[in-house]
Each structure stands twice: as C-alpha cells, then as structure tokens.
C-alpha cells in the first residue's frame, strides 16, 4: 500500500545501546523529517533531508543520526541510546503538506 | 515568544457546536498553514491547508488565514464526540514546518 510506513512500532532498549529506527515512504518525497514528540514539548524536529544524500539538522539532533542514501527510506538512529530519548518518534515526508507515519514508542530502560 | 502559538485548552464545547481553535505566527515569511488533527496514541492527521488570505471549507471544517495579523483559525461545524483530539497548527517557512504545541479539544455528547 502507498504511504509512510515506520519500524517497529514499539521498542524497548537499554541505556547505552544502539537502536535504529526505519522510515520508508512510497510516495517519492523529497522531504522527510523526524520528529519526537513528549508530553509538554510538542513536536520538535531532530534531522530532516531535502533529498537523497543530503540531511540536516533540526531543533534537537544530539545523540541521533540520519542516512538517506534512497529517496524512500530516512533511518534514524541512537548511537548509545539515554533516558532522555525515551519517546515517540514520528518520521513524516512532503513535497509541500506533511503526512506522518503512525510512529514508533521507544522507551530507553 | 513562541513561533508558533496556540492555547492549550482544553476546550470543551457540547455536541452540535462549534468549536473554534486560533493559532497565531512570528515569522512573516510563511508561505502556508496547516492544521492536523492527533487522537491520543496516534501520529498527526492533515485535515486541512490553506494558502492565500480568507477562508477555506471543507465539510464541517473552515480555515481562516488573515497574514496581515499573523492568524489563522480552524472551525468545526456541528461538533461531534469524535472530533475529541488535539489539534495542530503548522506553518512552512520555506520547507522547515513549524507547530503549534496543540490545543486539545472535547466535545461533550
């Protein structure tokens, strides 16, 4: 089916571990984001990328990493994963309006 | 001062209602506005987008965008119970979308 699909939908980790989460859409979008999202912050932006091969950083990029080297896929990952990135992750892509993935629930033990 | 603001609510209104949510923006260089919906434990529903200045319907729904006040608005015709969630207002500034931290929205059978 078209859309924006993540993986997994939950995860569980512990501290210090890597962790990646995946972000596939079929709409060939040039942009995708990741977002998380926590109670009293709203939605801020940890890395977008305009198109292959190029990313950036957004409002809140320590301790994560991006690749994009195929348009429809933007996984993100937690070199050593903390407490503090216990959250939900939402990936979204757009050429204009944003559509969002139904997101990932990571909790860092 | 907030980018992108809006009032948190809750805001309860009864069945039959309507429900209006404000949402006010810093940077005039916005080029378009957004609003999505989130249920609780789900991602951000795009519901709708608007452009240019005045209002824009669909369904029950209504945006108003005035730029010269930095304001836009969402109106909910005819509230219903399932229209309980909260509501985010997003605003693109040249690709880097930025959002509100949400109003949560109750409508009381």
């Known amino acids: 089916d078209a859309g924006i699909t993540q993986s997994p939908r939950y995860k569980i980790t512990e501290t210090g571990r890597q962790v990646t989460l995946m972000c596939h859409q079929t709409?060939?979008?040039?942009?995708m984001f990741w977002y998380r999202q926590d109670l009293g912050h709203g939605l801020r932006l940890i890395y977008y990328?305009?198109?292959?091969?190029?990313?950036d950083k957004g409002e809140v990029p320590d301790g994560y990493v991006v690749s994009r080297s195929k348009t429809e896929n933007f996984p993100l990952t937690l070199e050593s994963a903390t407490r503090s990135q216990t959250s939900v992750y939402f990936c979204?892509?757009?050429?204009?309006?944003?559509?969002f993935g139904p997101g990932t629930r990571l909790t860092v033990t | 001062q907030k980018e992108v603001e809006q009032n948190s609510g809750p805001l309860s209104v009864p069945e039959g209602a309507i429900a209006s949510l404000n949402c006010t923006y810093s940077?005039?260089?916005?080029?378009?506005f957004f609003w999505y919906r989130q249920y609780s434990g789900k991602s951000p529903e795009l519901i709708m987008s608007?452009?240019?200045?005045g209002d824009k319907e669909d369904g029950r729904f209504t945006a108003q965008l005035n730029k010269a006040s930095q304001y836009v608005s969402l109106l909910i015709r005819d509230s219903q119970p399932s229209d309980s969630a909260t509501y985010l207002c997003?605003?693109?500034?040249?690709?880097?979308?930025?959002f509100g931290a949400g109003t949560r929205l109750t409508v009381k059978p």
């Open positions: 979204a892509s757009s050429q204009d309006e944003q559509y």
């Open positions: 709409w060939s979008h040039s942009y």
């Open positions: 990328s305009a198109a292959a091969d190029i990313t």
């Open positions: 940077d005039r260089g916005s080029q378009s």
């Open positions: 608007i452009y240019s200045n």
């Open positions: 997003a605003v693109n500034v040249d690709n880097d979308m930025r």
